[in-house]
């Protein structure tokens, strides 16, 4: 394992890979965590991947202006590379070996592991469908709500005096910043009266699954069906249910699918209501009816998500757009288990999404997606594409 990149110009010419005239930086980590110079030709499944899937995602940008939720900076050589694949693919159809080509000539390859002896590790995630009502009513009593006007976002490197670093959001007060009310206060009243309410679920286990996952489809009672996008959140830490639930009872922690907790949460009303509140933190949504059908949900960089290519990173590590090649052992579609090693674009974010080699895998939308998202939780080998003249 090497953290600087000594080595690196060597071992990628021997290998074939085109260079620059100097080696290139490997990308900055925290402390612990380690990065190992590869070749393209020394990942498995590399050459039969299909390059010009990814290179399309890449190449709509690497976020939005402004994205949904404020990552890392985008370095000037991903965004170089990023318009690159756009004029790219302007020119018209890209052959699957020149769009191969792109990913070796202008990034570097760099296993990433948190720690010497720890690979990454990677979950699913998926959009819900759920039926709500515009109004409410006995059978929809659940609101969600839109942005509050006085939420702040905390971007990276913002310093807040007087509050705990680890808020990520606060409330703007005349007196200044204060922490938001948590998701027990919101639950009992505290936005009441405000006109805040989008649209009303069935029930709260309902919200927290959409809240999890950061957007949905909510199919109203005349048949259509509305987009929900990530609008922001309270700012409080994001806790677990699922890691709590196998702590109390004992269930081991390979058998806590989502499945198995929302099957607990539906069973019982109390249990649920008191459970969903030790996570105190809350997310507020938009509706986006101008998404077309057939377009997967947005992730945090602004972007639409694609199945299977588009993962979420710890924003605060990663940039958007970052080209990121996966290697696990995951559930199939189809029962069992397959390999899933192919190039991915990191578009997306996440409260639990934390370490330099953590990734959540956007698996797709409707039950099934969510079935399969809900059992992975495994090893993953997390290989960052850096781009060569990411400084530049």
């Not at 690196?8 to 620059?20: M, W």
């Not at 499944?45 to 994205?67: M, T, V, Y």
């Not at 009303?200 to 005349?222: A, C, T, Y």
Request: hydrophobic letters at 40%; proline letters at 10%; glycine letters at 10%.
């Amino acid at each position: 394992m090497i953290r600087g990149a000594g080595v690196a110009l060597a071992l990628l010419a021997a290998c074939g890979t085109p260079v620059t005239g100097m080696a290139a930086p490997s990308p900055p980590l925290p402390a612990g965590a380690s990065a190992q110079a590869l070749a393209p030709s020394q990942l498995p499944g590399w050459a039969q991947d299909d390059h010009r899937a990814a290179l399309s995602i890449f190449a709509r940008g690497c976020e939005a202006q402004p994205p949904l939720r404020a990552a890392v900076v985008v370095r000037p050589g991903l965004a170089k590379a990023c318009e690159q694949a756009g004029r790219l693919q302007a020119r018209g159809e890209v052959s699957p070996e020149a769009a191969k080509s792109f990913f070796e000539t202008h990034f570097t390859f760099w296993r990433i592991r948190p720690a010497p002896d720890r690979a990454g590790f990677m979950t699913g995630y998926f959009e819900p469908e759920f039926e709500g009502s515009l109004t409410r009513s006995d059978a929809y009593p659940t609101p969600l709500y839109g942005r509050p006007p006085e939420l702040v976002t905390r971007m990276p490197g913002d310093a807040w005096p007087g509050l705990d670093p680890e808020l990520a959001a606060a409330r703007r007060t005349d007196a200044g910043l204060e922490p938001f009310p948590d998701r027990a206060a919101i639950e009992t009243g505290t936005l009441d009266g405000r006109n805040l309410e989008i649209l009303w679920m069935r029930d709260p286990v309902d919200r927290f699954v959409l809240q999890v996952q950061g957007s949905g489809r909510i199919r109203l009672p005349d048949g259509s069906v509305t987009r929900l996008v990530y609008a922001g959140r309270n700012g409080h830490a994001y806790t677990s249910l699922g890691r709590v639930l196998s702590e109390r009872e004992g269930i081991p922690p390979a058998q806590m699918t989502m499945d198995r907790l929302i099957a607990r949460l539906k069973a019982d009303a109390d249990f649920a209501r008191e459970l969903i509140r030790l996570n105190r933190s809350f997310v507020f949504f938009a509706r986006r009816d101008d998404l077309p059908p057939g377009s997967g949900p947005i992730g945090g960089a602004g972007l639409p998500l694609t199945p299977l290519r588009s993962i979420a990173i710890d924003r605060t590590q990663w940039p958007y757009g970052l080209p990121v090649w996966i290697d696990a052992t995951v559930p199939g579609a189809a029962g069992g288990d397959e390999r899933l090693a192919r190039l991915m674009i990191a578009q997306d974010t996440g409260s639990a999404i934390l370490g330099p080699a953590r990734l959540d895998l956007f698996v797709g939308s409707g039950a099934a997606a969510g079935h399969r998202a809900g059992l992975i939780r495994h090893p993953v080998d997390f290989i960052v594409l850096w781009p060569r003249d990411a400084g530049r």
